[in-house]
């Protein structure tokens, strides 16, 4: 007989969800709807292998959501307007996937009119936050399941809950967890535990296979990645994955993020990103050639904020709609090719071409002379420039005098 309860499960076919398949379903008496969330990190064979994991563990349905593009569209194409990296390191490759994932979960769980919804986060880190606050907010009233969180499971007790239920998979731990997706991979392992170590060369996935240099044009559209060395893609979220068989070999966007956790604690996760490290830097460069002083100054203010706020799972606040509205207004000149050549461990930004180049050479060069005003005129602007503070400086020895 059906059971009447439905819950919709967040699910990898890891460890954790898979023991939550396992509890929610034979323990609390649930029909389990399993849905996984692609934000780049599956291959098509991965999925297949996940969506026949999930059925032989006895899901009533399994979903899968292809969200690469609507990845990029709604969260990843901001992150490159502002230049975000948290702490000046880190492209938020993990926080903002997490958010698409969460938000396609909940939009499951209002197709499937379920009771309840699960993930298999622990009580360790960010994720339990992310995904608990999207589920308060998109769907108020909906029971939020988390057995792992809320049972304090330890690996092995989960391991041997599994064989007792007949569940046949590799129970093998990796030495280095790996977390992938469209905007980066995460690495985490013993060394980055504690406050000092470096992961080894065979803990990344990306192994150095490139030798030399190569040189690469990105071409921007309104801050956009539109072309690789003249190749166009159809979607911008293509051409991050092509990008990313070209810089990936080279070794390239490695490091170690050193952060602030939503739960108060601070952590170090290692992370892979070349082709989102490449574009960042790239888009940036071009930025400072197209945009006004105060254009980029008041960018990288509302990006700080942005990229903080999203790290912290606030993706639905409306302020992020007024941030991101200002981000893509900010683009409207920034359009034009960035040189960038690769080397492994490192890139460098070689130059850009714009019809937008606010260095164009008919105004004048700097440390040279110039088109646009002469000397007298300079002479002039000085005086008039600095003429408050004179009068403050002016203002101040007077009265130290008196005193």
């Known amino acids: 007989m059906a059971n009447t309860k439905k819950v919709v499960l967040g699910f990898s076919g890891g460890l954790d969800t898979s023991y939550c398949v396992k509890y929610l379903h034979e323990d609390l008496g649930y029909d389990v709807h399993s849905i996984t969330v692609n934000t780049g990190g599956f291959s098509p064979e991965e999925i297949k292998q996940i969506e026949d994991h999930a059925y032989k563990l006895g899901v009533t349905s399994h979903t899968t959501v ?40 909940a939009d499951h769980v209002k197709k499937t009119g379920a009771q309840a919804v699960a993930h298999g986060s622990t009580g360790a880190g960010n994720d339990q936050v ?73 803990a990344w996935p990306t192994q150095l296979t490139k030798q030399g240099s190569e040189e690469v044009k990105l071409g921007f559209v309104k801050g956009e990645l539109k072309t690789i060395n003249d190749k166009t893609f159809s979607h911008p979220s293509e051409a991050i994955q092509y990008l990313q068989t070209l810089a990936g070999p080279y070794a390239i966007g490695r490091d170690i993020h050193v952060g602030d956790t939503i739960i108060g604690i601070k952590g170090r996760v290692g992370f892979e990103a070349a082709a989102p ?17 105060w254009q980029l100054s008041w960018k990288d203010q509302l990006s700080q904020f942005y990229g903080n706020w999203l790290h912290e799972g606030q993706i639905l606040d409306p302020v992020m709609r007024d941030i991101e509205a200002y981000l893509e207004r900010s683009q409207q000149n920034v359009t034009g090719d960035v040189f960038v050549q690769l080397m492994p461990y490192r890139f460098v930004v070689v130059g850009i071409e714009s019809p937008f180049d606010l260095m164009s050479s008919k105004f004048g060069k700097y440390g040279e002379m110039n088109n646009g005003w002469t000397g007298e005129d300079v ?16 203002v101040k020895e007077a009265s130290n005098e008196k005193i």
């Open 66 to 105: 292809n969200a690469v593009k609507s990845y990029y569209d709604t969260i990843i194409k901001y992150l490159v307007y502002g230049n975000v990296l948290k702490n000046n390191t880190y492209p938020l490759s993990v926080s903002a996937e997490r958010l698409s994932q969460a938000i396609h979960i």
């Open 130 to 202: 992310r995904f608990d606050m999207i589920f308060n907010i998109m769907i108020p009233g909906v029971d939020i399941l988390t057995p792992i969180r809320d049972l304090k499971l330890s690996r092995e007790a989960e391991i041997a809950y599994l064989k007792e239920k007949g569940v046949d998979m590799n129970f093998d731990k990796a030495m280095y967890s790996i977390n992938k997706g469209l905007w980066g991979t995460s690495v985490g392992g013993k060394e980055t535990l504690s406050s000092k170590g470096m992961l080894p060369e065979e």
């Open 277 to 293: 490290m490449t574009i960042l830097k790239a888009h940036h460069a071009l930025e400072k050639h197209t945009l006004t002083k």
């Open 379 to 394: 002479r002039g602007f000085s005086k008039i420039f600095g003429n408050q503070t004179m009068i403050y400086q002016q």
